[in-house]
């Protein structure tokens, strides 16, 4: 019996190990076929990651271009800031230079106050001088002269007065006084009224002097704001120049464009010209072939002989081509009879007319219960595919399903065979025990652990016979689902036969309907061409003339463009120069303001020289009168039979040789007074 179970079960894994060679070898090519698609999974995944990567570099590419176009925007509004920053540098510039204007009238206006108080002066300077040739002759003559004198004083003094009246308003009378009477009285008026504009021309200097210290003050103050706005105004102008050359550079490229355009239009102007010679000649072709259909038409009556003999034969087509749809009674009934040949030529065409009438309205008949049945096919084709998708979805499902019962039969004998060999293992080691059981039977009576040996023995077996019910259930589930393969594998086989018998008469009809349908559609697509034809030429010069008018309005917008460029370049350049001739012009102003102070500085000190020298003629005429006065007054008290002369002589004896000496020295005073108003003049 234990050799018999081990016949049986080496026997069982010798077809276990058949049966696994054979799932190994279904296994192989599973496995292959699982590895092809793992290969066409990896190739689907780096085409993924290629085309990730392709949209991480347009995302990429498109956040550049973004940030360019942000770029570009902030750069065009710095540029207009810019621009408006400049305005308002021109008008600031324009409100300094109006403040520059007036600062100038004020300078011209104190300069000619200055001038009016130098002829006031040159005037005192004369009357004095007068007064001296006065008191001269007064010395050769006698109280007639003094009388003279006397009105000649008063009448000075009343011209002084009158000339001083635009500082102060003086009295008419001269000032008199208590202690002096006559000449001296007249002379204590002169000199009370001399000192009193002396006073109010001092008062006058001192304010002039004052005004000028302010208006040098002022004239500082705004020479630094002058050099201060210059500076300003040299960095504005180097920024305006450096947009001066962006904007040449601009109109550079601009003109480079316009080049380029008209080079365009020039080459779209030779194609213009070219398609319309074209059209020319396309139109005289189709004048000629529109002759030709002349001739033809005019041929049509002669051919319309020969019409009842086509018509017979198409007769004949039309019954090929519809007897699968009409019965041939049916269809021979709705052909109408031939017309007999004795007829007359108009009869017969009418004849014939009616009967291409008859036969086209069985064509569109045909047409339409062709129609019918090409739908009818379309619809079985569809239904078709649709079966064999499904078909084929179901094999593809059936394959999944028996590749992965595979799979599991195979990890099962794997596991069988495992399960056998370790039976056959013990089923060894039991076959030991007996022989050494058998050899040993006298000592197995006193020995009761044997006993648990047999036990042992016992479960073994039935496992084993256990294994072996398994591998049989194994097997046939195998053969069942080979069984299932082999049925599944002929329905897929018949299917793809079935399909491919459907096709091939799918193709074949296909072709008919198209063979059909290109005979129908022959006749129409002649004059569909002809007139496509003309329609394109149509279209064509249309669509040149709306190019060319685009095209020229584009060119003119460029030209427009380019032009408002170059006023901008031209208006900057006008800007620029006017920028540079208002420097220049401030510099000047500002040179000419200093010399004019300078000038000022010194018409001032001439005034006051020249008030000195004055003064100090004033003092010696004073004491001239006094002397005169205190002579006349001894004069009086003699009364001796002396002469005029005699009588000057006697008052002055001092001044018979100053009459000279007077005379140079008015001529040195006059002299050094022409000195210092050279300049002013």
Known sequence: MDLQDASDGDGTASDSEDDVSHVSSRSSSSGQSFKALQKELQAERLSRKVAEAEISDLKVSFSRLKSFTMEAVQQRDHVMRLKEEAESSQQDLLRKLNEAFQCKNDAFRQRDDALRLRDDAIRLRDEVSLLKDVAMHARNSGRSDVETATRLLVAAADSIAAKASSYKSFADNLPRSSLHTGIAAVAYGFTNRAEEIVDELLRHLDMASKDRDTIRQQMEQRHNRFVIEVSELETSIQMLKGNLMDQGAELAKWQALATE??????????????????????????????????????????????????????????????????????????????????????????????????????????????????????????????????????????????????????????????????????????????????????????????????????????????????????????????????????????????????????????????????????????????????????????????????????????????????????????????????????????????????????????????????????????????????????????????????????????QWLRGRRSHSHTRQTGAELDKFLEPFV
């Open 261 to 654: 355009n008209e080079q365009k239009y020039s080459e779209a102007e030779e194609l213009l010209l070219k398609k319309l010679t074209l059209a020319d000649q396309e139109n005289h072709a189709l004048t000629n072939a529109l002759q030709l259909k002349e001739s033809l038409l005019a041929n049509v009556e002669v051919s319309i002989k020969h019409l009842s003999q086509l018509l017979f034969q198409t007769h004949e087509t039309v019954a090929n081509h519809a007897v699968a749809f009409f019965p041939t009674e049916i269809l021979l009934d709705k052909i109408p009879p031939v017309s007999p040949s004795g007829e007359e030529p108009e009869e017969g065409i009418n004849h014939c007319i009616s009967r291409s009438k008859d036969i086209t309205n069985l064509f569109s008949k045909l047409a339409m219960t062709w129609k019918e049945q090409i739908d009818l096919r379309k619809k079985a084709l569809e239904d078709l595919e649709g079966t064999i998708t499904r078909l084929i979805v179901e094999k593809k499902e059936i394959t999944s399903f028996l590749e992965s019962a595979l799979a599991i039969k195979q990890e099962m004998l794997e596991a069988v065979s495992k399960v056998s060999l370790d039976s056959n293992s013990n089923l060894n080691t039991i076959t030991k025990t007996k022989e050494a059981r058998s050899d040993s039977v006298g000592l197995l009576v006193g020995q009761p652990g044997l006993f648990n040996n047999d036990l042992e023995r016992g479960e073994f077996s039935n496992k084993g016979s256990a294994l072996e019910s398994e591998l049989k259930k194994s097997k046939q589930e195998t053969f069942e689902l080979q069984q299932f393969l082999a049925a599944a594998r002929g329905e897929l086989e018949v299917l793809r036969v079935t399909s491919e018998r459907q096709a091939k008469e799918l193709v074949d009809k296909t072709v008919k309907i198209e063979d059909l349908e290109n005979a129908q559609s022959l006749a129409q697509k002649t004059i569909e061409d002809l007139r496509s034809k003309l329609a394109a030429a149509g279209n064509d010069l249309l669509e040149s003339n709306k190019a060319f008018t685009t095209e020229a309005e584009a060119r003119l917008l460029l030209l427009e463009e380019v032009e408002r460029l170059k006023e901008q370049v031209s208006f900057c350049t006008q800007q620029a120069r006017q920028f540079c001739d208002l420097l220049e012009e401030s510099k000047n102003k500002l040179h000419l303001k200093e010399e004019m102070a300078t000038a000022a500085v010194a018409a001032r000190n001439a005034a006051e020289r020249s008030l000195r020298m004055a003064d100090e003629r004033a003092v010696q005429l004073r004491k001239k009168i006094d002397d005169l006065v205190n002579q006349f007054e001894l004069l009086e008290g003699k009364e001796d039979g002396l002469t005029p002369v005699d009588w000057y002589n006697a008052c002055w004896p001092s």
